[in-house]
Nanobody, 124 residues
Framework: VQLQASGGGLVQAGGSLRLSCAAS????????MGWFRQAPGKEREFVAA????????YYASYVKGRFTISRDNGKKAVYLQTNSLKPEDTAVYYC??????????????????WGQGTLVTVSS
């Protein structure tokens, strides 16, 4: 599967952005999907994930209540609605697909495919 992330940009603190990730291929619904982010000089970290069916979602503590992950298997897309953005949310955001069964939603190394990233910059 190939992934293409979009929707990043420059926003003031307290603002919102909706990130999108479009997937190619015929079996999008067979992948768990995740969003990760990487700030300059820091390691890539987990943000949110959603199960294959969309029934289950998972969030990092630092975004819970502010970000919402969703997916549309018919459109082969996953979304990340980001609200109440803070300067510390500034990072390149990556979408990722997990093909393996039984992998963790939270670890970078358990994802099999990655998009190219979209930059979110939050000004204070």
């Amino acid at each position: 599967v190939q992934l293409q992330a979009s929707g990043g940009g420059l926003v003031q603190a307290g603002g919102s952005l909706r990130l999108s990730c479009a997937a190619s291929g015929r079996t999008f619904s067979s992948y768990n999907m995740g969003w990760f982010r990487q700030a300059p000089g820091k390691e890539r970290e987990f943000v949110a994930a959603i199960s294959r069916s969309g029934d289950n979602t998972y969030y990092a503590s630092y975004v819970k209540g502010r970000f919402t992950i969703s997916r549309d298997n018919g459109k082969k897309a996953v979304y990340l609605q980001t609200n109440s953005l803070k300067p510390e949310d500034t990072a390149v955001y990556y979408c990722a697909a997990q093909e393996k069964v039984g992998g963790s939603y939270y670890y970078v190394w358990d994802y099999d495919y990655w998009g190219q990233g979209t930059l979110v910059t939050v000004s204070s």
